[in-house]
């Protein structure tokens, strides 16, 4: 899958970053991006990304300093200076892009308030599908960046054609300060959503069985809403063999431990340790922490070297998925790779449950002094209609 990443604000910056970083380490590259910000030092902080690519707004109004936590202003210097952004964009080429997805803080100002503005425009040029990837700041962040959030989350979900939330509450380890975290969390993403947007392209290790490519994807994600995703991995090798060589390699764990579970998937036939494997991506941590059994579409990706992968093993594990959501539609495949790796990714799209985003929005509509009831307007999913939009 070509896809197209656009980095709003320090967070979302950030991560498309480092989606660029492990690009330029394949032989293929299937990714381009830029980041967008309105503080001039969080872009010159990246790494990555050419200096072409960085794009500085709202120099008249906040001086390259940023817009702090003010979300509105963010939103507005975005559409008043969309048209620099679309010709970055238009510069960087579009041409073979199967989809634009915005990386976004939510909590902040510049993301959070840009984002959702620059949905509805590329939605309106592009035929492609805009996906946005929202992260979720913790409570600890303080109530303004979970006001920030609840607003901005309300009005993303009705810009883009799907929306994948991260809640930096769920992952971040007790105790631990968001601001250690946060290269952690990171690698998270990247992990996950790595694995799953280079789906179909075609390596050395050949093309699988049942090819999940770019309109595989799309179709999941089709009809907006909220979704989350799942993620597991194991060593297909013991420690005496092994390179970490490939894609999967690249993601090797800062975090895979060998756990219980991963002993007996080695022990297992091929079938059976994806199943497992799969079970384990969908019943273990999402990234926004849900009631699975909600959701209304499903894609299984499993990926790993060609010896390890097996038809029978993935269309199993898609049975075993469709038996526990709501929808009846599960697609899935395989990605073959060369790596001592395989790895899971269980896609759960417009899910219907999540404690999560109402716990959001209750502490933003107690965070909020005077609500403005938002009338005539079609109620969105999982999101309350007494927290204003940014724009209508």
Partial sequence: MRVFFIGFGQ????????FIEQDKKLPKRSFRGIAVNTARTDLMGLKHIEMKDRILIGQTV??????????????KITADEIDVIISAIDQRGTHDVDAFVIIAGLGGGTGSGGAPVLARHLKRIYREPVYALGILPAPEEGRLYTYNAARSLSTLVKETDNTFLFDNSAWKNEGESIKSAFMRLNDEIVRRFGVLFRAGEITKAGVGEMVVDSSEIINTLRGQGISTVGYAITEVVSNTHRQ??????LLKDR???KEKSEEVLLGEDKSAKIIALVRRAMLGRLTLPCDYTSAQRALVLVAGPPDELDRKGVEKAKSWVEENIAGVEVRGGDYPVESNYIAAVVVLATIQNAP??????????????DVMKVKDRKPTMLLDDDIEPLFE
């Fill in 255 to 257: 975090v895979v431990k």
């Fill in 11 to 18: 967070a979302g910056g950030k991560i498309v970053d480092m």
């Fill in 356 to 369: 999560r985003i109402k716990e959001l929005m209750e502490i933003a509509k107690e965070t909020k002094e």
């Fill in 244 to 249: 970490r060589r490939g894609f999967l390699g």
């Fill in 62 to 75: 906040v001086k390259g300093h940023g817009v702090g936590t003010d979300n509105v202003t963010g939103a």
